[in-house]
């Protein structure tokens, strides 16, 4: 058979999950036509992960996890090295990530290569066999950006960078050569300021892609455990829709209040802990703030939270967590555990302070007094505290955050209380 015949050939349709991946469809070929039609991604791409026409500048690919956006940057990249468009600027969250899923991924550079057009990746450089090099970045160090000079980039979960605006700002220099520089922005999104830049640009071409879409190529027991579970919530619009969620009308904290510190310097520094009722993979996260005071306000300087995890791991990240920062004592919560919460912490260091605390009201009403003081700009946040953040904009009045329980909230309004709310901070007006 040939290629060309490959190419045409009708997809079976498969009664529960649509037509045949092209993986199903290679596999029941000889290997010789299995690969071509593998590797013919024009034959099977949907069309939301193909390049959009026009003048554009920015392409923006919002879509769910698992709707396709690894492999649709991936194979973009391929397409600018089969041009001999380059060099390729190839940015991620952190150099691991970028190197693990943009380059080394099930669905990244390498894997969509044919042999004999595969590049090689040398340090952090991928090389073509035609010649075309591509750098992989980090958004976490904007500074890198400075020098280099490059025709096209691929920018992976932009919003999830720690200091997106910065590393964007400062990759759109080196963004110069060529007669027509783009860049490609794949992401599941958030509400985040340059996600919210970038839609507004004109010279941005958006495109959204569900996760449903793709389930062709998505195992069966994801889809229903997961796609299934979520599916019409609003982190499931999110998280699989590719929808961009702004904050909940009613919510105590709204993106807009936070903001970085002005001046680093602290005084007084808490570590908080709210504890899960158990310790084991399934249990509610062990929320691991830490704050520090500064005038009449605060600064939030780390999310230190652990998942599902026994409480002697816990206590070791929040010892940890006291040290790094010099911290003054470890506020924990003690209603669930009692003395055992406390107990723990002094089996990792006995010579830690503990401060410990008890609530007496819900969720919410201890959650005001916070907002009120976030209202009044007095709370300000590193970079990097996006987990925290999302948590707080979900946070609904029956104390839920997307229907699991608020650890981080909670860890975060005990850190706050403890530096200005007891008895030496700001009063908040009505409360």
């Given at each position: ?47 939301k992960q193909r390049p959009p026409a026009g003048d554009w500048t920015t392409w ?372």
């Open positions: 058979m040939s290629n060309s015949e490959i190419a045409e050939a009708p997809a079976p349709d498969d009664e529960l999950h649509g037509p045949a991946s092209p993986q199903e469809l290679a596999w029941s070929k000889s290997d010789p036509d299995a690969e071509a039609l593998y590797f013919n991604w024009q034959k099977w791409a949907l069309d923006l690919l919002l879509g769910g996890r698992g709707a396709g956006k690894t492999r649709a940057g991936a194979e973009w990249v391929r397409s600018l090295a089969a041009r001999r468009i380059g060099p390729i600027a190839l940015v991620g969250e952190t150099m691991t990530e970028a190197v693990s899923i943009m380059v080394r991924g099930e669905s990244g550079i390498l894997g969509v290569h044919p042999d004999e057009q595969r590049p090689v990746l040398k340090g952090h450089t991928l090389i073509w066999p035609n010649g075309v090099e591509a750098m992989v970045m980090s958004a976490s160090d904007p500074d890198r950006f400075r020098g280099p000079q490059f025709a096209a980039a691929w920018c992976d979960e932009i919003a999830k960078w720690p200091r997106a605006e910065e590393a964007w700002d400062m990759l759109q220099f080196g963004l110069r050569l060529g007669d027509r520089p783009q860049q490609l922005a794949t992401t599941t999104p958030r509400p985040t300021r340059l996600l919210k830049r970038l839609l507004a640009d004109r010279n941005t071409e958006v495109r959204h892609i569900r996760t449903d879409e793709n389930k062709a190529h998505l195992a069966p027991m994801f889809l229903d455990a997961v796609v299934g579970r979520y599916r019409g919530t609003v982190l499931g619009r999110q998280e699989l829709d590719g929808e961009l969620i702004e904050d909940l009308p009613d919510a105590l904290w709204q993106r807009a209040m936070f903001h970085p510190p002005a001046d680093p310097a602290v005084e007084r520094i808490v570590v908080a802990v709210d504890p899960p009722v158990t310790g084991h993979a399934s249990s509610d996260a062990c929320g691991i703030i830490v704050a520090g005071r500064q005038g009449e306000g605060a600064v939030v300087l780390e999310d230190a939270t652990l998942a599902g995890v026994l409480p002697l791991i816990w206590a070791r990240r929040a010892v940890a967590a006291f040290h790094a920062h010099q911290a003054d004592a470890i506020v924990v919560e003690v209603n669930q555990g009692g003395d055992l919460v406390t107990a723990v912490i002094a089996q990792v260091d006995a010579d830690v302070p503990v401060r410990p605390v008890r609530a007496n009201r819900g969720k919410w009403l201890r959650a005001e007094p916070v907002a009120a003081l976030y209202g009044r700009g007095l709370i300000r946040h590193v970079a990097g505290l996006s987990a925290l953040e999302d948590e707080m904009c979900s946070f609904g009045r029956d104390g839920r955050s997307e229907g699991h329980s608020p650890d981080r909230v909670d860890a975060l309004v005990w850190a706050i209380s403890e530096l200005l709310l007891n008895g030496d901070g700001p009063r908040v007006r009505g409360l």
